[in-house]
Nanobody, 127 residues
Framework: QVQLVESGGGLVQPGGSLRLSCAASAFTLDYYAIGWFRQAPGKEREGVSCVSSSDGNTYYSDSVKGRFTISRDNDKNTVYLQMNSLKPEDTAVYYC????????????????????WGQGTQVTVSS
């Protein structure tokens, strides 16, 4: 079954860390840009990071820059989002998605470009 599966979410105290995984099954992520998006209750879904398939371009929103790191392991067919120094405002459901459009290091990933989505994983940052 073709699917993207996010994992690694959970409850963490402010200042803590989590590593989210986005694993693909029945297809390869090698040729796609991968985006990480998040949606907090009552808010629109926003793009927080993306990574291109081949040129290594990455993007981080201002709200996560310096704290989150996106990486991909093509051998494992998985993309990661390492999240450090977590804040309560990082609380959201996090989604990964694939796109043919390359990741631009200067602009956030555009929802419309991302066609195939995982089911999301909840991240809650609270003391």
């Amino acid at each position: 079954q073709v699917q993207l599966v996010e994992s690694g979410g959970g409850l963490v105290q402010p200042g803590g860390s989590l590593r989210l995984s986005c694993a693909a099954s029945a297809f390869t992520l090698d040729y796609y840009a991968i985006g990480w998006f998040r949606q907090a209750p009552g808010k629109e879904r926003e793009g927080v990071s993306c990574v291109s398939s081949s040129d290594g371009n990455t993007y981080y929103s201002d709200s996560v820059k310096g704290r989150f790191t996106i990486s991909r392991d093509n051998d494992k067919n998985t993309v990661y989002l390492q999240m450090n120094s977590l804040k309560p405002e990082d609380t959201a459901v996090y989604y990964c998605a694939t796109a043919w459009t390359p990741c631009n290091s200067d602009y956030p990933p555009i929802l419309y470009d991302y066609k195939f989505w995982g089911q999301g994983t909840q991240v809650t940052v609270s003391s």
